[in-house]
């Protein structure tokens, strides 16, 4: 009898995986507030694991939810999917597809789909037995030491953006910024850029009446038009930065170019050019076709390598929060390594098509070192 309990249990769960792995790519993947509402009541779940689903975006746990009336004659178990952050972040807090083995009792406390459809944004999972934390709500973790190091230096003296010489490598990621918000402005929003309140649209940034429009309504829409994630644009401009994924700098100082290399974005490449070359398509390559990335040159001044881009297409969004950009945006850029650990990261927006004016915004990313630089990609349109 037992055994067939469990049977019929993991039947149900099968089935409710396949069902809820057609709703996760029918929704695509989006801001958390766009897809769970995260300011109603949160709900506490009880059950047992069916299934760990570790690929990006995002990880899902599968269980089978005891309901009140589950003792009664013809009872049905449910099952309901509980979406976590992606395997990369995970795994940078230390987690990995083990875990959490199915079979597992566990309690999982979270936000409600804005569908009712059973699926709920884990924010809190718990052993049931005796309730410790599985996956707790999402921490920092320590990864620099406290006491400042000196900025490291190529032997001629010019600061090493990425990896020191003689050093292990890494990679660059906790943004003290993760969207775009002109410097000098306080507004409360999310890590998606999804603002607290929405009349505080205009303060953001000096924004034309038609990009505020534009904004406004992609804001309502709880970005859920992202094509970053709904079409798997990559995320030009200065968003690659503001990532928890991180971007790694990679120095080819003999051919005079730097590669930026982003774990979001399917693991695109930007490079910065510091060789004189004009700001121009290749003739037989990409001509003159506006990019996602842009033409980027690059040079030193001092112990800041300043990059000035242009040449945006206007396929993707330049930053969370779903600010617009034109065509005409053009970016002057400003990397500085205040000392080992940390790099300031300046950036001027100039785009006559979007902004009453030019505008600028700043923050600072923490050295990963010794870290491989996470993955994370489009799959099976689950993005």
């Given at each position: 009898m037992k055994n067939n309990l469990v049977s019929r249990n993991l039947a149900v769960g099968a089935l409710g995986l396949a069902a809820f792995l057609w709703a996760a790519s029918a929704w695509a993947h989006h801001s958390i507030s766009g897809k769970f509402n995260t300011t109603?009541?949160?709900?506490?779940?009880?059950?047992?694991?069916?299934?760990?689903?570790?690929r990006n975006p995002h990880v899902?746990?599968?269980?089978?939810?005891?309901?009140?009336?589950?003792?009664?004659?013809?009872?049905?178990?449910?099952?309901?999917?509980?979406?976590?952050?992606?395997?990369?972040?995970?795994?940078?807090?230390?987690?990995?597809r083990n875990t959490l083995?199915?079979?597992a009792a566990i309690t999982v406390r979270g936000s409600r789909a804005r569908d009712n459809s059973r699926q709920l944004w884990g924010e809190d999972v718990r052993f049931t037995v005796d309730q410790s934390l599985v996956f707790p709500p999402k921490v920092k973790l320590p990864r620099n030491p406290t006491n400042s190091?000196?900025?490291?230096?190529?032997?001629?003296?010019?600061?090493?953006?990425?990896q020191a010489p003689g050093a292990a490598d890494g990679f660059w990621t906790d943004p003290s910024e993760t969207a775009l918000v002109e410097d000098g402005v306080t507004v409360a929003m999310d890590e998606y850029g999804?603002?607290?309140?929405?009349?505080?649209?205009?303060?953001?940034?000096?924004?034309?009446?038609?990009?505020?429009?534009?904004?406004?309504?992609?804001?309502?829409?709880?970005?859920?038009?992202d094509p970053t994630y709904v079409n798997c644009k990559p995320p030009g401009g200065p968003r690659m930065y503001q990532s928890r994924l991180g971007v790694q700098l990679v120095e080819d100082r003999e051919r005079k170019r730097i590669f930026v290399l982003m774990g979001s974005g399917n693991h695109n490449y930007r490079i910065i050019y510091l060789d004189g070359r004009k700001q121009v398509g290749l003739q037989g390559g990409d001509d003159d076709n506006p990019l996602y990335f842009g033409r980027s040159a690059g040079k030193w001044e001092g112990k800041t390598?300043?990059?000035?881009?242009?040449?945006?297409?206007?396929?993707?969004?330049?930053?969370?929060?779903?600010?617009?950009?034109?065509?005409?945006?053009?970016?002057?850029?400003?990397?500085?390594?205040?000392?080992?650990?940390?790099?300031?990261?300046?950036?001027q927006i100039d785009?006559?098509?979007?902004?009453?004016?030019?505008?600028?915004?700043?923050?600072?990313?923490?050295?990963?070192?010794?870290?491989?630089?996470?993955?994370?990609?489009?799959?099976?349109?689950?993005?």
């Open positions: 109603a009541a949160k709900t506490t779940l009880v059950g047992v694991v069916t299934s760990v689903d570790w899902h746990v599968f269980m089978n939810v005891k309901t009140a009336g589950q003792a009664k004659a013809g009872a049905q178990i449910l099952n309901w999917a509980v979406e976590l952050e992606s395997p990369s972040i995970l795994e940078m807090e230390g987690h990995n083995h199915v079979g190091r000196a900025t490291p230096t190529w032997p001629d003296g010019q600061p090493a953006l990425g999804v603002l607290a309140n929405p009349a505080d649209a205009a303060k953001v940034a000096p924004m034309q009446p038609w990009a505020l429009g534009v904004y406004q309504y992609r804001q309502s829409r709880q970005l859920r038009d390598l300043v990059v000035d881009t242009i040449d945006f297409n206007e396929d993707f969004w330049f930053t969370q929060g779903g600010l617009p950009h034109t065509g005409q945006l053009h970016m002057i850029e400003r990397f500085t390594r205040t000392d080992y650990d940390t790099l300031r990261y300046e950036v785009d006559a098509g979007a902004y009453t004016r030019n505008w600028s915004a700043s923050w600072t990313l923490k050295w990963n070192g010794g870290g491989a630089l996470p993955s994370h990609f489009c799959q099976n349109n689950r993005q």
